[in-house]
């Protein structure tokens, strides 16, 4: 269970400082002392408005990643680079997202740089913070990447890639992480027309290295890209099958979802803490603490206050940096009133 009722919590991404998006279109102008020194002031900006905030869990912002996963196929071997959106104009999502084609063995002789961002954290957070690396699973990783002969199908990509992330988790153990999000919202997605228990067994290989050995969870939405979801938006064809994935907490979308289904929560709650997300990150609605409280309220008709974490929906980086500080603010504000209640 957690280690104190109703933890607060966020799920990885963080706005990046805008100073700091103009900077990363223009690199060429700075040498690579000045890369680092612009990628360490963008966490200490994340860890400050995170720590402000009152936070029980923080995270590094994941100020180095360009996007929730497609900085990852930097770090892989075996891929051409596709930069032109199959789509140019319009509304911007998901469909303006390119692919990329596969020329080789997948592989990842470097690690997918989790590791590295995990040992900044450590150095810039304050002593005594918990803190917790996120890891986008290998089905969710193996999305933009486009079959050939070798890798038949996205299943097959997939499990190529299982043990690239398999390999950066044990590095992320032994680096000293004793929280680790996976990050498969393609999972959540997908689950009304795939076979959610090939999904568990795909999960369950995956992590298998270090349950047990950390705190572990995983982050289950319907996407979120320039405020758009992807996904078809419900929980229950997840369940059964998904009770069985070897986590310790899972984390469900349902701020933008009007907390339709929350009494699933409780299916959740019989193997495994749950956390919620109470804060709505494709909306610029801030929230109040008062409807944090109401909304922590909701849950605990469902699931004890000792098995309850709440977040934002999905990851802030697609909410801009001023409202998500606000959000964060009012959401541990709204904890604190939900606690002196219990």
Aim: charged share 25%; net charge negative.
């Amino acid at each position: 269970m957690n280690s104190h009722p109703i933890r607060t919590i966020v799920i990885g991404s963080y706005p990046f400082p805008a100073w700091l998006e103009h900077a990363s279109l223009h690199l060429d102008q700075f040498g690579k002392a000045d890369i680092d020194e612009m990628i360490d002031d963008a966490v200490i900006a994340a860890i400050h408005d995170q720590v402000t905030a009152g936070l029980d869990v923080i995270t590094d912002g994941e100020q180095t990643r360009l996007d929730f996963n497609l900085s990852f196929y930097g770090y892989l071997q075996g891929i051409e680079r596709e930069s032109e959106s199959p789509r140019l104009w319009g509304p911007p999502a998901h469909d303006q997202r390119g692919k990329h084609k596969l020329t080789g063995i997948l592989s990842a002789p470097n690690g997918l740089g989790v590791v590295e961002e995990f040992n900044r954290l450590k150095r810039l957070a304050p002593a005594g913070q918990h803190l917790k690396a996120s890891v986008p699973g290998p089905f969710t990783l193996s999305g933009r990447l486009l079959p050939n002969s070798q890798y038949p199908d996205r299943l097959a990509i997939t499990e190529a890639l299982l043990p690239v992330v398999r390999k950066e988790l044990d590095d992320l153990l032994a680096a000293g992480c004793n929280e680790i999000t996976i990050d498969e919202p393609s999972m959540s997605c997908y689950a009304y027309k795939m076979d959610t228990g090939k999904f568990v067994d795909i999960f369950n290989r995956t992590v298998e290295p270090v349950v047990g050995k950390c705190r572990l969870s995983t982050h289950l939405c319907f996407g979120n890209y320039k405020g758009h979801p992807v996904g078809y938006r419900r929980i229950a064809p997840m369940l059964p099958d998904f009770l069985d994935l070897k986590v310790d907490e899972v984390h469900v979308e349902m701020a933008n979802r009007e907390f339709a289904e929350i009494e699933l929560i409780a299916e959740f709650a019989r193997r495994m803490d749950v956390a919620v997300g109470v804060i709505d990150v494709k909306s610029y609605y801030i929230e109040t603490p008062e409807d944090v409280a109401s909304r922590i309220e909701t849950c605990l008709k469902y699931i004890s206050p000792d098995q309850l974490a709440i977040a934002p929906d999905c990851g802030l980086s697609q909410t801009a940096r001023w409202a998500a500080r606000k959000k964060l603010a009012n959401m541990v504000k709204g904890a604190q009133i939900a606690r002196s209640k219990l």
